[in-house]
């Protein structure tokens, strides 16, 4: 029998709706021994249990969703159907690449994973007290479920702590060679750190992106908190002559040039700054520079949605900047990885600073995460990734 956890009188109506996240705000009693991670009921003001979930005694979100039925039974099976299903999902998707997402958590019903799969390597992020409790089962089914020889853990992000989980990284399973391993994505060819790159060593995330740079690209590029350089490739594969591409990190930035060299592209075409992109823009207005693409792909401004107002002023600032140096009928990409910034609101920011800037421009098309990243309708959080292509008036 598993503990129940009783909702105060109303707060079911978001489980009905299938959203998988209760509040502690939501709950009216919960057992005082329960453990963190371990699977409870989810239960109306009369007892009347909803849903299954794991618990999470430290965290705003006190319970995540396993199952919205309450007689299903949480065990080594339960989660290896669901790898199983969701990498099943990912094998009939057209995704051009051997690097995928196959695990994005509350959409795929496993809420706190997220698996990335490179090739022969399987990286997790066990980023809930739920997914954490049931690690050693949910990774011995990685590696039978894909035959890959490595499940490496990147257990590393900040969203722990707010679990009361510790950081840690590390190999579950076999034994990463040294240095980076390669991926192919749309023909082109990047190296990735699994153990130090960002999120799991690769924005998996951008790949459709990626692909539609590489169409509309014109002759002057510049790619702004570039990373190790997945947009600039694009670009040079687009048929830009030239390509500018800032980022903070010198590390990112050698990895960056080394993709360029592994797809046999020339030096003279790509230029590499390490600076503060906010500062670069700056000094690039300043000199009068234009480009005829843009690409800007910063990190999370807003984490939280605490975070979002000042989030929204830089947001701005730097949508200003961009806008000021296209050249007449050049296209802005830009885009926000902060959950906390719906679409409409990084709309109106950006459309802000166009306004600010004086400059005229007129939107082509919304963009966001490839089809490996699902979204699930009861679930509106799991669209993290929004993005605008922009195209300045003549």
């Known amino acids: 029998m598993v503990a129940q956890v009783i909702l105060k ?3 079911e109506r978001s489980l009905l709706r299938a959203h ?23 239960c109306r003001a009369d007892g009347r249990a909803l849903a299954l979930a794991s618990y999470s005694p430290s965290s705003q979100i006190r319970a995540r969703v396993l199952s919205f039925d309450p007689a299903q039974t949480i065990d080594a099976s339960f989660f290896e159907q669901r790898l199983s299903k969701a990498l099943l999902e990912r094998e009939l998707m057209p995704l051009s690449s051997n690097a995928y997402r196959w695990v994005h ?8 994973l997220i698996v990335d ?25 990685l590696l039978a479920l894909s035959g890959a020889g490595v499940v490496y853990e990147r257990s590393d992000a ?8 510790a950081s840690t990284s590390g190999a579950l399973h076999g034994e990463l060679s040294p240095g980076p391993l390669e991926i192919e994505e749309n023909g082109l060819r990047y190296l990735v750190d699994i153990r130090n790159g960002h999120k799991t060593g690769f924005y998996l995330d951008q790949r459709d992106s990626r692909a539609l740079l590489a169409e509309i690209a014109g002759e002057r590029v510049l790619n702004c908190f570039c990373y190790t350089g997945g947009f600039s490739l694009a670009a040079r594969r687009g048929g830009a002559k030239s390509v500018l591409s800032i980022d903070s990190s010198g590390e990112a930035l050698a990895l960056a040039r080394a993709n360029w060299e592994l797809n046999g592209f020339a030096g003279d075409e790509a230029t590499w700054l390490e600076a503060d ?17 843009i690409v800007l792909d910063p990190p999370k401004f807003a984490p939280t949605a605490g975070h979002v107002e000042r989030a929204a002023r830089a947001y701005k600032d730097i949508n200003l900047l961009a806008i000021k140096l296209l050249a007449d009928g050049g296209r802005l990409m830009t885009f926000s990885c902060s959950g906390g910034v719906s679409i409409d609101l990084f709309q109106k920011i950006v459309a802000g600073a166009a306004a600010d800037a004086h400059v005229e421009v007129v939107l082509e ?11 699930r309708l009861a679930f509106p959080e799991g669209e993290y990734l929004k993005g605008l292509v922009l195209r300045r008036a003549s």
Request: aromatic share 6%; net charge positive.
């Open 117 to 141: 799969r490179y090739g022969d390597v399987v990286v997790a992020q066990f980023l809930a007290a739920g997914a954490e409790a049931h690690k050693a089962g949910i990774a011995q089914a």
């Open 20 to 42: 998988p996240w209760v509040f502690s705000g939501a709950i009216a009693r919960a057992p005082k021994d329960v453990r963190s991670g371990e699977t409870v009921a989810i």
């Open 158 to 165: 900040d969203v722990r702590a707010l679990e009361g989980l």
């Open 365 to 375: 098309r919304r963009l966001g995460a490839g089809l490996d990243h699902p979204v």
């Open 277 to 293: 992109v906010f500062a670069a823009l700056r000094e690039l207005r300043d000199r009068q520079r234009q480009f005829d693409t």
């Open 9 to 11: 009188p109303g707060k």
């Open 105 to 112: 958590g509350e959409a795929d019903g496993l809420p706190g």
